[in-house]
């Protein structure tokens, strides 16, 4: 613990804002549950993520802890698991990225304002697989390679534990910001099915979907739990009439395609046990999903100037770019009990593969003005695999000197990751490439692998009737940048049975992917030169090739964390808590995405050398040195009613603040040519673009066979940087009301309503200064924590037994 730092973590925030959500958490009254409240005679939720001791509660944790279950899960108009999450949890933010290209597909989330891939994700406990897809355009998370959330639907999903402080010594890499364990449905008793069915306000973006769930019996000694969803979602598009040529036969109409792509998922996912014998259960869960999605790139206009593009297209055309996603995963081990020690052993196996079609366009450089092109490409391939061995054990020991027994947890992980990308048709990339997206090259092709090793111990203790404490140390060795060892210690005291303070120091990092470390491309970016969207050849170029070298590149390093937390629990009786939450989380060599480095002739023709024509280049780099401070308040409130009757409250804030404490020395190379390999805009980016705090307060009434539930959400400012100081644009606050409500008919069936963004708020349009918004095309930005679809209806249907 250090107290200095939590200081300065609550002096770096608005001392108003603090004093404000403070007294709103403690006496106002609350709304969606982030920490289930029990019902009568039942403990307080148990949890299992961040602690290896049994039936340790969430009131007992000395780490703040979010619980959010499947019937909160439900509550929103949303079927994506990352929109639904943004939703419930304050410190969690899920912008809508369209117009760039794969992260249309697969959208990233982050925790506290950090990287997406800073985040660890877990299923049943077990690490999950990361995307194939890297953020490689100007969207949040520009240079991150996460988990992709939506891959797991909400048909399978019993509750979701989020942990919001570091975690390395516990699970390993990523863990700096939290982690997010989902807990999948169980047991062969019951199931449901439901059918829903949404659109927006303009009528677009029509969502139909069905899920079931349900249990089967394995003989007398196990089960198996399946869970469905399949959906179809139509596009959504707030793109503006095009004006920018008045040659344009399409002059003046709506030819951009922008908003939500079109996306149909289709998932499948298993849970089962089977108990061996008195002391042996064996165990395995998995999926296999598909995901296939049609987002639009730039419209390209049917005259460059004067001169007419390519006779092929005579009015302009939109290239699609047609992506299938296919996620599958399988995880099963065996857990048991010998000599007083829990076990569990396990092997973990997923993969995400990323495919890409374009349609709709053309290589302009087959044939004179490509009327010799094909109009559809396949652009290539992105895999990533990971392959996981545990074994793990606890056991409860008597210690004299202790109140409660000392729960000393031991483990083992191996881990091998793969990362390939496939090239695509030779169409699709020779001469300028495929318009909208030109494909993978051979040269781009291949695979990289490696593996790592890690052990591990956790203690944790009841030490007296009012304090209790744990510390963790890992040890991991990495075949290709080689070991580190991180640590955490964590704390709490009750000074009495309503009122405790918890706090946690530890170590942690991240390894650099090995998207981050060998994704490359040469394909076609926009870039505003002299106020106009120019197209400019850029090549993304692996930190090893002659290419990245040539610019001043090194091997990445891991990314390393010191996290510190502070917090304060209250829990005057069952029906209501409150916890504030401070932290702060310092992060030495994070990895970024360069700035687009426009090249000059030399360096153009250095490159030319080597067999490459770019206009710009980008590479990975350990950039910056960062700080994030802020707090977390989430406060829960029941009042009992007659009969069955209730009503529950739940108020939740987030302050969140970043800032770059050092940025790493220019390469000679790049200085010499007047370029900034991390300029402002990619600073920005990191520490500005998010929301600097979320506060949402929510109720849900439940009275005879009705509920009605309502959220009011206000997302904080932010600021979308730009290559130019002056043309940066800050938004504003943004409140947005969400209202639904269901009824219960007979034993069986459930009817639910609702509308998501009630009064229909959008975000402020973007800026036409420097044409940044494509002449009044693209009038939204894509870094809105809310998107901006407005008002959204939706019904659903089910049935349960």
């Known amino acids: 613990m250090s107290s200095p730092h939590i200081r300065s973590a609550v002096r770096a925030l608005p001392v108003k804002t603090v004093i404000a959500a403070s007294l709103v958490a403690c006496f106002a009254l609350p709304a969606h549950a982030q920490q289930e409240l029990p019902a009568e005679g039942e403990l307080q939720s148990v949890v299992v993520t961040g602690t290896f001791a049994k039936n340790r509660r969430t009131i007992d944790s000395e780490s703040p802890i979010d619980i959010l279950t499947s019937r909160d899960l439900q509550s929103t108009g949303s079927a994506e698991l990352a929109t639904v999450l943004s939703r419930l949890l304050p410190s969690l933010n899920f912008a809508r990225a369209t117009g760039a290209d794969a992260s249309d597909a697969v959208r990233p989330a982050q925790l506290r304002g950090l990287s997406p891939d800073q985040t660890l994700v877990l299923v049943n406990g077990k690490r999950r697989y990361t995307s194939a897809v890297v953020n490689v355009n100007g969207s949040l998370g520009r240079g991150s390679a996460p988990v992709d959330l939506n891959a797991i639907p909400l048909a399978a999903i019993d509750h979701v534990e989020v942990l919001r402080d570091g975690a390395a010594a516990q699970y390993g890499s990523d863990a700096i910001a939290g982690v997010i364990n989902i807990i999948l449905k169980k047991g062969a008793a019951g199931g449901d099915v439901e059918v829903g069915y949404g659109q927006t306000q303009e009528r677009d973006g029509k969502q139909k979907s069905i899920k079931g769930s349900a249990g089967f019996a394995l003989g007398e000694d196990g089960w198996l739990r399946l869970s469905a969803e399949v959906a179809d979602r139509d596009p959504t598009n707030r793109a503006g009439a095009d004006f920018r040529n008045p040659l344009e036969p399409r002059y003046g109409k709506v030819n951009q395609r922008y908003g939500d792509a079109e996306s149909q998922p289709a998932t499948v996912f298993f849970n089962s046990e089977y108990h061996l014998n008195d002391n042996i259960d064996w165990y395995a869960f998995g999926n296999y999903g598909k995901r296939d999605t049609s987002a639009a790139a730039t419209w390209r206009t049917a005259f460059n100037g004067t001169a007419l593009r390519t006779p092929v297209y005579p009015e302009g055309f939109l290239p699609l770019q047609n992506s299938t996603l296919t996620d599958q995963s399988l995880v099963t081990g065996l857990r048991g009990e010998a000599a007083g020690w829990r076990w569990d052993a396990s092997l973990n196996y997923g993969s995400n593969k990323f495919e890409l079609d374009l349609d709709n366009t053309i290589n302009l450089s087959i044939g004179p003005l490509g009327i010799n092109s094909p109009t559809h490409f396949y652009a290539g391939s992105l895999k990533n695999e990971q392959s996981v061995f545990n074994l793990d054990a606890a056991r409860e020991f008597a210690v004299p000197a202790l109140t409660g027994p000392l729960t000393v947890a031991v483990g083992v992980e191996a881990r091998r990751e793969k990362y390939s990308i496939g090239a695509g048709d030779e169409a699709s990339y020779s001469g300028s490439g495929a318009q909208g997206f030109a494909g993978f090259r051979p040269a781009n092709a291949g695979s990289h692998s490696r593996h790592n090793e890690s052990v591990y111990v956790n203690l944790e203790a009841e030490v007296t009737r009012k304090l209790s404490g744990g510390v963790a140390l890992r040890h991991e060795r990495y075949s290709d940048f080689g070991s580190t060892t991180s640590a955490k210690g964590s704390a709490r005291y009750a000074f009495t049975d309503a009122l405790s303070l918890r706090g946690t120091a530890s170590s942690g990092f991240r390894a650099p992917s090995l998207a981050q470390q060998y994704y490359t491309i040469t394909t076609t970016n926009f870039q505003v030169v002299n106020g106009t969207n120019t197209p400019i050849e850029t090549g993304t170029f692996a930190v090893n090739t002659p290419q990245a070298r040539a610019l001043g590149a090194q091997d990445l390093k891991p990314e390393k964390a010191r996290n510190y937390s502070l917090g304060l629990q209250f829990q005057p009786d069952r029906n209501f808590t409150t916890s504030i939450d401070a932290y702060r989380i310092d992060i030495d060599n994070r990895i970024l995405f360069s700035a687009n480095l426009a090249l000059n002739s030399a360096l153009q023709a250095q490159l030319a050398a080597q067999g490459t024509a770019v206009g710009a280049a980008r ?115 943004q409140w947005v009301l969400d209202l639904s409500g269901s009824v219960k008919l007979g034993q069986n069936w459930r009817l639910a309503a609702g509308i998501d963004n009630v009064t229909n708020r959008y975000p402020a349009q973007v800026t036409s200064a420097g044409n940044l918004n494509v002449a009044g095309t693209q009038p939204y930005s894509i870094f809105a924590p809310n998107g901006f679809n407005g008002r959204y209806y939706y019904a659903k249907a089910g049935y349960s037994w």
């Open 619 to 733: 590479y990975f780099t350990n950039a910056v040195d960062t700080r994030t401070e802020g707090v977390d308040i989430v406060s829960t409130y029941r009042i009992e009613l007659q009969e069955k009757d209730r009503l529950d409250f739940t108020v939740a804030y987030n302050h969140n603040k970043s800032s770059v404490q050092k940025i790493a020395d220019n390469p000679a190379i790049l200085t010499a040519n007047k370029l900034l390999l991390i300029d402002r805009q990619t600073v920005a980016r990191a520490t500005v673009a998010s929301p600097k705090d979320k506060f949402s307060l929510a109720a849900d009434y439940g009275f005879g066979n009705w509920n009605a539930h309502g959220v009011v959400t206000r997302y904080g400012s932010f600021t979308v940087p730009q290559n130019n100081v002056a043309l940066d644009q800050h938004y504003d606050p």
